[in-house]
């Protein structure tokens, strides 16, 4: 790491009492810190030519991250509908025979159904537990 050489530069009081508001925001330790991680930004932009392309990186995988996140929330959502779906669907085939209904061995077989196929729900399956039920 290079040696430290202090500098003397003028600067607007508003700049500076804005910077201490931000040293949280730039993980910078001092005012001094947080100038060195500025200029240092500064420079890399200027030597990729002020390019889109220095900043989309990190645009990029800040948006990754949040849709990878979205997309995990919403598959987990869509998973248990899917179950909720066929459980009902499984219900309706049953004719009202609700009164020897496992409720867990049918969140089971619902749940293994969904995962088998991709979420897609048939009403022929439905009948086949009715018929595995009652057998």
Do not use: W
Not at 35 to 55: C, E, G, P, T, W
């Amino acid at each position: 790491m290079e040696n430290k050489k202090k500098y003397v530069y003028y600067m607007q009081p508003s700049m500076s009492d804005e910077m201490e508001l931000m040293l949280g925001e730039a993980n910078a330790t001092s005012k001094s810190d947080f100038i060195n991680i500025a200029v240092r930004f500064y420079l890399d932009y200027l030597h990729n030519k002020k390019s889109v392309d220095f900043i989309s990186p990190m645009l990029a995988r800040t948006i990754k991250s949040e849709v990878e996140s979205v997309e995990k929330n919403v598959s987990e959502m869509l998973y248990k509908l899917a179950v909720e779906q066929s459980k009902l669907t499984v219900a309706l085939a049953m004719d009202g025979e609700f009164e020897r209904f496992d409720y867990n061995k049918l969140n089971e077989y619902c749940a293994q159904t969904v995962a088998e196929n991709n979420g897609v729900i048939d009403f022929e399956e439905a009948n086949y537990y009715k018929e595995l039920y009652n057998g």
